[in-house]
């Protein structure tokens, strides 16, 4: 896979969510629940990440003290960022979609 910027990471995953999303000057914000615009940052909402975490059941594995291991379906993905890991995880198993 190639390297995404994190603006790319978080509006791949924005577009696999189905989120509404709009991007302005490197950021990416949607709407919440209760309609109030909000920044949509999964590599720094850890609990919105931990909700995809489960959602897409990914397997997350600390190996190193600075690198985890993701995997879901075929897609395997090592980084120094959990959250970063994860997201990565998530793009290349719903490449194809």
Do not use: H
């Not at 302005?24 to 909000?38: F, P, T, V, Y």
């Not at 897409?56 to 879901?72: C, G, H, L, S």
């Amino acid at each position: 896979m190639t390297e995404l910027t994190d603006l790319e990471i978080c509006t791949r995953i924005a577009e696999i969510e189905g989120v509404d999303y709009f991007a302005s000057d490197g950021i990416i914000s949607a709407q919440d629940e209760l309609g109030m615009c909000r920044e949509y940052n999964l590599l720094t909402d850890d609990a919105l990440c931990f909700q995809l975490l489960v959602k897409y059941k990914v397997d997350f594995i600390p190996y190193y003290p600075d690198e985890y291991r993701t995997q879901i379906k075929n897609a395997y993905i090592v980084n120094e960022s959990p959250n970063k890991a994860i997201c990565l995880a998530i793009i290349e198993a719903n490449k194809n979609d």
